[in-house]
């Protein structure tokens, strides 16, 4: 189908508007040239030029990519009469940060839960879960990086334990991992075409990569390509080593987000185009050194900043696949920034390096 049918079908789903779009896609010209790439008008070097996507400011509580979900996951709960919003995530989730600021906007209860034991202080996120006046629910078993559940066994345990300790509530999946929360990275795969179009790039030789910690991201982005057909690549950077089975959970849901906008397609895990367990350390929020060297070389080349558990770790693995020679000299590489900046807060000395 063509971008303006999708569009189209997108818009029969209520959405609460949380910021300007399209979200910023700027050239990234300093740490192109110092990677050896090509200026937008000067000559061709030995490697690829650099984008980044912006969604690090969109959305309630600072922003970052949950906002695009929780356009449609909050509009959904408003619909079903809901007063109590349930979710969970690691102590640094900017998915659980965001979701409390958008219950706080709308007068809403926010009940987030976190599988550890509660730290003496709350940083980063967690102090603004607070502010927020969310309810902090902290569970000291499970979590780490055994990956013994899939994705969809953990959010059935947590939601049979959250109707017992909340009651009727609206419950979204960590991460907003839903078909109706992934909508809003079909609307970005429709965004992304368009700039790619209008800034006159060659979308086959367009490569869009991300972090993936629950996948929803991903998947939204491959079912839109795929309905629209563009060829612009994608390439997921597994952060966190979290689920079984995780190539297959991303495939079923991209699956159902381009059932559910009326057009089948099946997409097989071995094809999910995502890089698992390699760049993710030792697991999930545990930062490793090539994170902090990232952080620090985007900081200091373009003075942008990222954060240690999601961004920092994707353009970590970026950057060392440029450097092995992955990408060909005319690729555009645009690193799509999800945010999490309040999460940089919690890991203080070991950013500075």
């Known amino acids: ?152 066994q953990t959010n059935r345990l947590v939601r049979w334990l959250s109707w017992a300790l909340v009651g009727r509530s609206y419950f979204m999946p960590v991460g907003g991992h839903t078909v109706t929360g992934c909508l809003g990275y079909v609307v970005a795969a429709l965004e992304l075409a368009a700039q790619v179009a209008a800034l006159g790039l060659a979308a086959d030789k367009v490569v869009v990569v991300t972090a993936v910690g629950t996948g929803g991201t991903l998947a939204g982005l491959m079912a839109g390509l795929q309905l629209i057909g563009s060829p612009i690549q994608l390439l997921g950077i597994d952060i966190g080593k979290l689920w079984k089975a995780f190539p297959a959970s991303i495939a079923r849901l991209a699956g159902d987000l381009c059932a559910v906008l009326g057009e089948s397609h099946t997409f097989h895990p071995a094809n999910v185009p995502m890089i698992a367990e390699t760049y993710a350390g030792p697991g999930y929020s545990v930062l490793t050194e090539g994170t902090a060297v990232a952080i620090r070389t985007l900081a200091q080349a373009e003075g942008i900043i990222l954060d240690p558990v999601y961004t920092g770790k994707a353009f970590a693995g970026l950057l060392d696949l440029i450097g092995n020679g992955r990408f060909s000299p005319n690729t555009h590489l645009i690193f799509l920034h999800t945010g999490g900046l309040p999460g940089l807060w919690a890991y203080g000395e070991q950013v500075r390096g």
């Open 1 to 152: 189908m063509d971008g303006h049918t999708l569009q189209d079908r997108l818009e029969q789903w209520p959405r609460l508007p949380y910021g300007r779009t399209p979200t910023p896609l700027e050239p990234l010209p300093n740490l192109t040239r110092r990677l050896g790439g090509p200026q937008l008008s000067g000559p061709q070097l030995s490697g690829p030029q650099l984008w980044i996507k912006r969604d690090d400011g969109y959305g309630p509580g600072l922003g970052g990519n949950k906002g695009r979900k929780l356009e449609f996951l909050m509009a959904e709960a408003l619909r079903q009469g809901q007063r109590k919003v349930v979710t969970f995530g690691g102590l640094q989730s900017n998915h659980a940060r965001m979701t409390a600021a958008a219950c706080a906007a709308l007068g809403m209860e926010a009940h987030l839960f976190f599988f550890a034991q509660r730290a003496s202080a709350l940083p980063g996120n967690l102090l603004l879960d607070t502010l927020f006046n969310a309810r902090l629910h902290f569970i000291p078993f499970g979590g780490g990086s055994g990956a013994s559940l899939t994705l969809e």
